[in-house]
């Protein structure tokens, strides 16, 4: 069965840091490319961030530029997604996703074929 399982969102202080993990099963994240998503209440889906999986390249969206950090490990079959520096901006449900895209990755949402359920990220004082 192939599913991808989130963890590690929660409340944070502006300022405070997260890492968010997406284990993989029923298949091999190797081959995929694997993107963050977010969705704030109200507002429209969101690419936060992609890893092409033919050469490594990545794309972080301007607003989380220098604070994301995306990653993943093959051998655990597991992405991630370190946010530093959070604010209030960021609050939103993330989902993570992986798709067999060919060359660059990119956000459009609709060629990740897999999803995470989303993790609630809050950032508040």
């Known amino acids: 069965q192939v599913q991808l399982v989130e963890s590690g969102g929660g409340l944070v202080q502006p300022g405070g840091s997260l890492r968010l993990s997406c284990a993989a099963s029923?298949?091999?994240?190797?081959?995929?490319?694997i993107g963050w998503f977010r969705q704030a209440p109200g507002k429209e889906r969101e690419g936060v961030s992609c890893?092409?999986?033919?050469?490594?390249?990545?794309y972080y969206a301007d607003s989380v530029k220098g604070r994301f950090t995306i990653s993943r490990d093959n051998a655990k079959n597991t992405m991630y997604l370190q946010m530093n520096s959070l604010k209030a901006e960021d609050t939103a449900v993330y989902y993570c996703?992986?798709?067999?895209?060919?060359?660059?990755?990119?956000?459009?949402?609709?060629?990740?074929?897999?999803w995470g359920q989303g993790t609630q990220v809050t950032v508040s004082s």
């Open positions: 996703a992986a798709g067999p895209i060919l060359g660059f990755c990119g956000v459009t949402w609709n060629k990740y074929a897999y």
């Open positions: 890893i092409s999986s033919s050469d490594g390249s990545t």
């Open positions: 029923g298949f091999t994240l190797d081959y995929y490319a």
